[in-house]
């Protein structure tokens, strides 16, 4: 069974610090994934691997920065924390070939105060 | 941009009644997949619709997938408490690099 696993279930910081979110997969998936989920607005993709040191922007990277040195580990890092980045943070893993179901942990709450 | 849009955002059903969430792209899908999250949990895979008017069943769940292959449905016969939940559809982006855009969801209480 797939497990991805995120680094915290909850994480407070304060603005301005640096943040890192880390995820981790076991299934050898080529794909990773940050999503950031708010009520009313589903999931939200900030950043998009699709192998190591690669990288896509999703459709809201702006504060945001992602790193993949090694296949099952992508990070995501808040550069200078923000109380708008307040959020629930999920990450998720797939197969590259074809249209294959997303994996997710269970994700990191985050609040900035 | 390519959208995904679900009503209703929420819908509360006493148990026993059966419930449909709606799924509506603005562009032609090579296939939806529909997802279950939990309370306080994550976004677990369903299923996964590819042909146009294609119907699949898991038990008390039905999900259709339109014939213009641009929206697609869920339907719960008879709620049970253990039903409650986010329900999201998603489908392949334009890019087709494996990315999903996700409908906003349909959230569903289920009072016993």
């Known amino acids: 069974d797939v497990k991805v696993t995120q680094s915290s279930r909850y994480l407070v910081k304060r603005t301005g610090e640096k943040v890192f979110l880390e995820c981790v997969q076991d299934?050898?998936?080529?794909?990773m994934f940050w999503y950031r989920q708010d009520p009313g607005l589903g999931l939200r993709l900030i950043y998009f691997?699709?192998?190591?040191?690669?990288?896509e922007k999703g459709d809201i990277p702006e504060g945001y920065s992602v790193s993949r040195e090694k296949k099952e580990r992508f990070s995501l890092i808040l550069e200078s924390a923000s109380t708008n980045q307040t959020s629930m943070y999920l990450c998720?893993?797939?197969?590259?070939?074809?249209?294959?179901?997303?994996?997710f942990g269970d994700g990191t709450r985050l609040s900035i105060l | 941009g390519q959208q995904v849009m679900q009503i209703p955002q929420y819908q509360h059903v006493q148990e026993g009644e059966d419930f449909t969430t709606y799924c509506n792209s603005s562009?032609?899908?090579?296939?939806i997949q529909w997802y279950k999250q939990r309370p306080g949990g994550h976004p677990v895979f369903l299923i996964q619709?590819?042909?146009?008017?294609e119907v699949k069943k898991q038990k008390r769940l039905t999900f259709q997938f339109g014939e213009a292959k641009k929206n697609s449905s869920l339907h719960i016969t008879a709620t049970q408490t253990t039903d409650v939940g986010t329900y999201f559809c998603?489908?392949?982006?334009?890019?087709?690099?494996?990315?999903?855009?996700f409908g906003q969801g349909t959230t569903l209480q289920v009072k016993p």
């Open positions: 998720a893993s797939s197969r590259a070939r074809g249209n294959q179901p997303q994996h």
């Open positions: 562009t032609t899908l090579s296939n």
């Open positions: 299934m050898d998936h080529e794909n």
């Open positions: 691997s699709y192998d190591v040191k690669m990288k």
């Open positions: 998603a489908g392949p982006r334009s890019s087709n690099t494996g990315k999903l855009i």
């Open positions: 619709l590819v042909k146009s008017g």
